[in-house]
């Protein structure tokens, strides 16, 4: 089965403090891993992805493939960074579904 | 179209009636998703069409669902007999293509309320 995992539903940090978002999947395949951010009152939008390991907004994510993990980061959180966050797979193995966590509610807090 | 784009953005209706929610999806793309996005649960995978073939509708939580997408684009989805339970944001997204890297672009939502 595949399945995405985020256990924070609410997180809260302080302005200029690291934060990290936790995501664990489980996959048989190679997995192609998402993060989604939703600000209020917004669409659902691509925040980042595994593959082009870039830093968006200040946010970088790695994928351990040991800990089946894809953490999202970042070392100073901003107040505009208050949103709810969704990890994705998509599963190019089966049918090409894309399974989306249960997401995190992060606020920043000035 | 610039994005994807989904009417209505708002959705009252009497418990029973039926609906029909529309997505328009980005020109060119050929992978169309529905989700449901209510409070507490994430996000839940309704249905998914992908060129011409038959679409995957693992997702669809009853027999009152259902959903078409016609010519290879346009997308509705119909809900019978509508329930309190419902209620929630419709979600559509469409990608380029399946499979590999290429991310979901998603539309505003509709909201449906059942009353």
């Known amino acids: 089965a595949q399945r995405v995992t985020q256990p924070e539903k609410l997180l809260s940090v302080f302005k200029g403090a690291p934060v990290e978002l936790k995501c664990n999947y489980s996959?048989?395949?190679?997995?192609?891993l998402f993060w989604y951010v939703q600000y209020s009152r917004q669409r659902l939008q691509l925040l980042l992805r595994?593959?082009s390991r870039e830093s968006i907004k200040g946010f970088t994510a790695d994928l351990n493939k040991g800990e089946t993990s894809f953490h999202l980061k970042k070392p100073f959180a901003q107040e505009e960074d208050s949103a709810m966050y969704y990890c994705a797979l998509s599963a190019t193995n089966t049918g090409n579904q894309f399974y989306f966590g249960t997401g995190t509610s992060l606020t920043v807090i000035p | 179209g610039a994005g994807v784009s989904q009417s209505p953005s708002n959705k009252v209706t009497e418990k029973g009636k039926d609906v029909e929610l529309r997505c328009d999806p980005i020109s060119g793309h050929t992978a169309l998703y529905w989700y449901r996005q209510s409070l507490g649960q994430g996000l839940e995978f309704l249905i998914y069409f992908q060129g011409n073939s038959a679409p995957d509708k693992s997702g669809l939580p009853s027999d009152r669902f259902s959903a078409e997408r016609t010519g290879g684009s346009v997308s509705t989805l119909t809900i019978q007999r509508t329930q309190q339970e419902d209620s929630a944001v419709y979600l559509c997204?469409?990608?380029?293509?399946?499979?590999?890297?290429?991310?979901?672009?998603f539309g505003n939502g509709t909201r449906l309320t059942v009353t």
């Open positions: 595994h593959i």
């Open positions: 996959y048989s395949g190679s997995p192609e």
């Open positions: 997204a469409s990608r380029p293509r399946t499979g590999g890297n290429s991310p979901l672009h």
